[in-house]
């Protein structure tokens, strides 16, 4: 072949991009199964099995003071924060963006969050929403 020398890559080498999709596939099938991970999310796999992407869930986030309760909108600057939290809905991100809307409602001491994702009754498939994830948050300090 004109003297040009082929080397074949060790076989641990060809063996890396099989064990790296393995190994994303695991974790996302690990996650959507314990966090409620959107399987449109962390990789992909079972994306098309379900309509249950981040764009179909919705966040209700309340803010409550001293005598008062509120349901507020999700502004603009933290509509990212908002979907990254209903995709994968874990304590970390649910706190953080708790703690941020706190900061935008001066007067509120709390502020409850509910994810919810859509899900269809077995027997009419009539479309309903399941909350999958909830969390308080307390305003730290005065």
Same mark, same amino acid.
């Given at each position: 072949?004109?003297? &040009? *020398? &082929? *080397?074949?890559?060790?076989t641990w080498a060809v063996a890396v991009p099989a064990l790296t999709l393995c190994a994303v596939a695991a974790l996302q099938l690990w996650l959507a199964h314990t966090s409620h991970l959107s399987p449109w999310c962390g990789g992909g796999f079972g994306m098309f099995s379900t309509l249950d992407g981040w764009r179909v869930r919705h966040i209700h986030a309340v803010v409550l003071g001293p005598?008062? *309760? *509120?349901?507020?909108?999700?502004?603009?600057p933290l509509r990212g924060a908002a979907a990254r939290a209903s995709a994968l809905p874990d304590e970390h991100r649910l706190r953080r963006l708790g703690a941020q809307l706190l900061a935008r409602s001066p007067g509120a001491d709390r502020v409850e969050l509910r994810v919810f994702a859509p899900r269809f009754e077995p027997e009419t498939v009539q479309p309903a929403a399941t909350q999958i994830a909830a969390l308080g948050v307390e305003r730290d300090g005065p």
């Open positions: 072949m004109l003297g &040009v *020398r &082929v *080397r074949l890559p060790h005598g008062w *309760r *509120r349901e507020l909108v999700i502004p603009a």
